[in-house]
């Protein structure tokens, strides 16, 4: 499976964005997809996931903030990402995993990876 995140870019705070990623390579079976972030210094978190009929998680600090969402037919998921705080800056990865373990929030629930697509949100 590859995955390939797309729309990240410049943004003011309070602004929105809308990351998607595409996954290929194999039929889009993802029992559970992802997205984690990275700051610059600081180790990869857990932003969100959504497994394959739809049930969602988040971390604590999304606040209703972001929304995680799946197009099985388009082999996409997606990250809507509202009011956005300079905090938020980071690089994007998404993840997917072909048989859930219950770890969501963990790194080593996933076996895909993409490259991530960088987010910066000016001040």
């Known amino acids: 499976v590859q995955l390939q995140a797309s729309g990240g870019g410049l943004v003011q705070a309070g602004g929105s964005l809308r990351l998607s990623c595409v996954a290929s390579?194999?039929?889009?079976?993802?029992?559970?997809m992802a997205w984690f972030r990275q700051a610059p210094g600081k180790e990869r978190e857990f932003v969100a996931a959504?497994?394959?009929?739809?049930?969602?998680y988040y971390a604590d600090f999304v606040n209703g903030l972001f929304t995680v969402s799946r197009d099985n037919a388009k082999n996409t998921v997606y990250l809507q990402m509202n009011s956005l705080k300079p905090e938020d800056t980071a690089i994007y990865y998404c993840?997917?995993?072909?048989?859930?373990?219950?770890?969501?929030?963990?790194?080593?629930?996933?076996?895909?990876w993409g490259q991530g697509t960088l987010v910066t949100v000016s001040s």
């Open positions: 993840a997917s995993d072909q048989n859930y373990r219950g770890i969501y929030y963990s790194t080593d629930e996933y076996e895909y």
């Open positions: 390579g194999r039929t889009f079976s993802s029992d559970i």
């Open positions: 959504i497994k394959w009929f739809g049930d969602t």
